[in-house]
């Protein structure tokens, strides 16, 4: 009983780092929130810009991440519902945002 336990307990985490995995669209959330500086919901037309393409999606067993395609770096990582934006340039040279927007001196425009 004890070592169906001990390896209950040994999976479990893995388990679950595989259910909770974030996909590309939380990722492109992320990204996009982290270039524009806010937290607030980002529109549907936002996934459809054709600026996304340059970015590809790469799915470990347990952990996601997004590259862009021309440089082969990484852009984002994520493993169990946590996203951390590696390359927080990527998204405004793509987007084009200027440095003011970056700093969230226009958000309230």
């Known amino acids: 009983m004890k070592k169906w336990i001990i390896?209950?307990?040994?999976?479990?985490?893995?388990?679950?780092?595989?259910?909770?995995?974030?996909l590309l669209l939380n990722h492109q959330q992320k990204i996009y929130q982290t270039a524009t500086a806010s937290a607030d919901a980002v529109d549907?037309?936002?996934?459809?810009?054709?600026?996304?393409e340059g970015l590809e999606f790469v799915d470990w067993k347990f952990v996601t991440a997004t590259r862009d395609k021309n440089k082969q770096s990484l852009v984002s990582y994520g493993i169990a519902d946590y996203i951390k934006v590696v390359d927080s340039e990527w998204g405004p040279k793509t987007f084009g945002l200027k440095s003011n927007e970056i700093d969230g001196e226009t958000r309230g425009k």
């Open 7 to 22: 390896i209950a307990f040994v999976i479990a985490p893995f388990v679950y780092a595989n259910n909770k995995k974030p």
């Open 44 to 52: 549907k037309t936002v996934y459809s810009m054709p600026q996304w």
